[in-house]
């Protein structure tokens, strides 16, 4: 796969007429496509250890399902606030906030009109860099304060997708971006990742209640499905009947990264699926990362394959600060105020063995 510098398509119309454009982006062997509405990787092709390339990412061919509310955040960018926030409320300064109810009793990765659903302004920054801008207004989604993010989406010279977040505002708030892309490393459609080799470093995990909401401390993995210390198969301990997974239906946590929050990002997963031979190592500065393992596709839904998506057919590595945390004042703050500025890095590296 040669290298090529951004170019872009239109990929579609939202129903007020906004045109949607498709970004490409080549280097090093990875080809990256990203969508202006939502800042979705559509797709992600990587080359296998015999040279062919593969999407190994989840999304739609087309604009229609992702506007109408069809997509569980394929690909998306996700904001104010990744992950669940209990009951939709939260109160900082002694000023109370109530959040929409989008996950059953609680607000989840921003709320009903997230900015997985809201058209980005992109640009290209750089030989491989896309830069995308949002300005997220006070009182949006129930969050106070005017928001203005900027997310760069960079291919590295050796193919790595590196992804660096930005964001200031102009009256106190809480801030948690992430990305949601969905993964499956032998290939969109190809059936689950059971048989991937999953590998964390992170000693601790946040149990959730019944509505996947953290309840008590960290609890450590020792001894529990939760060991990803020594990578292993995702499938392996999938089915114990261990009262975590059966709330979740499967893996839906946060895991509390061993080196905290970090000035550059450094390794705190690797995954590597067997038959293609494809290796990614993805390294952060932030202290949490939710291992999602796709327990609630259902077969409700299709990809570019043409393949329907069934439950634990991809998986989500989602780095960020931890869920609930602006009720939680013994997690890492979320909280930002004027003056300061909101970084934030994620690097996905790939290789072949």
Request: hydrophobic letters at 30%.
């Amino acid at each position: 796969m040669r290298d090529e510098a951004p170019w872009s398509e239109v990929f579609g119309r939202l129903a007020d007429g906004a045109e949607v454009r498709r970004w490409t982006l080549a280097r090093g062997g990875t080809r990256l496509r990203v969508l202006g509405y939502g800042g979705i990787v559509q797709s992600l092709e990587l080359p296998d250890r015999h040279g062919e390339s593969a999407n190994v990412s989840l999304g739609f061919d087309s604009l229609e399902p992702y506007a109408a509310g069809r997509s569980p955040y394929f690909g998306a960018l996700i904001g104010r606030y990744g992950n669940r926030v209990a009951r939709g409320r939260f109160t900082l300064d002694g000023r109370p906030h109530q959040l929409p109810l989008n996950d059953g009793p609680n607000s989840l990765h921003g709320g009903e009109v997230g900015f997985d659903r809201r058209l980005w302004e992109v640009t290209p920054s750089g030989p491989a860099t896309l830069t995308l801008r949002l300005t997220s207004e006070d009182g949006d989604q129930g969050y106070p304060g005017t928001l203005r993010v900027e997310v760069d989406y960079t291919l590295t010279e050796d193919g790595a997708f590196r992804i660096d977040y930005r964001a200031e505002t102009d009256a106190p708030t809480v801030v948690n971006l992430t990305s949601h892309t969905y993964f499956n490393l032998a290939g969109e459609g190809s059936g689950t990742v059971h048989d991937h080799r999953l590998g964390l470093e992170a000693g601790h995990y946040t149990p959730v209640d019944a509505t996947l909401i953290p309840e008590g401390p960290p609890a450590p993995v020792d001894g529990t499905p939760f060991d990803f210390r020594r990578a292993k198969p995702i499938g392996r301990d999938l089915r114990q009947a261990h009262p975590q997974l059966l709330r979740a239906q499967g893996f839906d946590h946060n895991f509390v990264l061993d080196k905290g929050a970090t000035a550059e990002p450094e390794r705190v997963a690797t995954v590597y699926e067997p038959g293609s031979g494809r290796l990614m190592t993805v390294a952060t500065t932030e202290p949490g990362l939710q291992f999602y393992s796709g327990n609630f596709l259902d077969g409700t839904l299709a990809g570019p394959s043409g393949r329907v998506y069934r439950q634990g057919d991809a998986l989500c590595l989602e780095t960020q600060r931890f869920p609930d945390s602006p009720n939680r004042p013994d997690f890492p703050s979320t909280v930002l105020r004027p003056g300061e500025v909101y970084r934030s890095t994620t690097v996905h590296s790939f290789a072949v063995r």
